[in-house]
Nanobody, 114 residues
Framework: QLVESGGGLVQPGGSLRLSCAASGFTFSMYSMNWYRQAPGKERESVAR????????IRADSVKGRFTISRDNAKNTVYLQMNSLKPEDTAVYYC?????????WGQGTQVTVSS
């Protein structure tokens, strides 16, 4: 199970930290991903973090502003989002692939607006 939290309404230039709490599998063994889906657009891969901690920001539009991290002791993956822009408005999803099954959280809404 994946449960996201931390979304909300923020002004342009602000920051948010999303959290995704995982359960039901050995969290430390698996890569974790953040995706987002804006209204009327396809779901977009934002960032990925490997089990050992190596990370990749996949969306060029967020490079230098977003950081993915994980705390294996807390079974939680984070997405730190800084310098937010209106175009970052989307539902953000946590995702992992375990034993051939694609798991998704319910999503958390991020709205960037003045």
């Amino acid at each position: 199970q994946l449960v996201e939290s931390g979304g909300g309404l923020v002004q342009p230039g602000g920051s948010l930290r999303l959290s995704c709490a995982a359960s039901g599998f050995t969290f430390s063994m698996y890569s974790m991903n953040w995706y987002r889906q804006a209204p009327g657009k396809e779901r977009e891969s934002v960032a990925r973090i490997m089990s050992a901690g190596g990370s990749t920001i996949r969306a060029d539009s967020v490079k230098g502003r977003f950081t993915i991290s994980r705390d294996n002791a807390k079974n939680t993956v984070y997405l730190q989002m800084n310098s937010l822009k209106p175009e970052d408005t989307a539902v953000y999803y946590c995702n992992t692939w375990v034993s051939g099954i694609d798991y998704w959280g319910q999503g958390t809404q991020v709205t960037v607006s003045s």
